[in-house]
Each structure stands twice: as structure tokens, then as C-alpha cells.
Nanobody, 122 residues
């Protein structure tokens, strides 16, 4: 079981920036074998995909964050990051890192971190 740990959340004013990072704990996994993603869940809302980056470095973004957020991965350092700029109050949520893959025999692996809270408020 891969254990993921997020960091970088906090309180920021509207228009500000934050950088979230995600990495496996205690060498519990190697991210280059996984498609990685960042999800968020705001109070009273369902968890939603924010951004994803495949093993081939293909990226995908929610419409609400396009042009403001950038997902990246450094497989050599075993870390995935989410650069968040021009933050809005609506970006306030718990942000979760996800790693998923499907093996050749069809077995699916789907791992989540514990989340890091981002609060955008003046």
C-alpha cells in the first residue's frame, strides 16, 4: 500500500499563490508507475478532480482552474506538485493527492493522501 502525504496548504489571501506537494511516505511507493492527480473537496460538496498528470506527463485540468493552476511531476524526486496562482475564495477546500494505475491483469490500485487544507480568505 502506497501512503501519500500532501503538504503546502494554508491560509492565503485572494489573488495569492500556494504550492502543494505530494510524495509517498517512507519509500512506500514510486510515483512513476502511476497516473497522479489532485482532487479537492469543499465543505458540503463532492470531491472533484482539480488536475491530473499521466505517466506520459499528459495533463488535464478542471475548467475552473485552467490558466491558474499547474500540475507537475518529478519522477526522479518522487514528488507531484500543484502550483496554484490567482487563488479565489471558491478554491477553499481540502486538497487530496491521488495515485492510480491498472495492472496488466486488470488489478486496480488507487491510493489517496490524508489531504491538506487550503483556505482563501481576506
Amino acid at each position: 500500500q502506497m501512503q501519500l502525504a500532501e503538504s503546502g496548504g494554508g491560509l492565503v489571501q485572494p489573488g495569492g499563490s500556494l504550492r502543494l506537494s505530494c510524495e509517498p511516505l517512507k519509500s512506500s511507493g514510486i510515483i512513476f508507475m502511476y497516473d497522479m492527480g489532485w482532487y479537492r473537496q469543499a465543505p458540503g460538496k463532492q470531491r472533484e478532480l482539480v488536475a491530473s498528470i499521466g505517466k506520459d506527463f499528459t495533463t488535464n485540468y478542471a475548467d475552473s482552474v485552467k490558466g491558474r493552476f499547474t500540475i507537475s511531476r518529478d519522477d526522479a524526486k518522487n514528488v507531484v506538485s500543484l502550483e496554484m496562482n490567482r487563488l479565489l475564495p471558491d478554491d477553499t477546500a481540502d486538497y487530496y493527492c491521488n495515485a492510480k494505475r491498472t495492472l496488466a491483469d486488470g488489478e486496480r490500485h488507487d491510493f489517496w493522501g490524508q489531504g491538506t487544507r487550503v483556505t482563501v480568505s481576506s
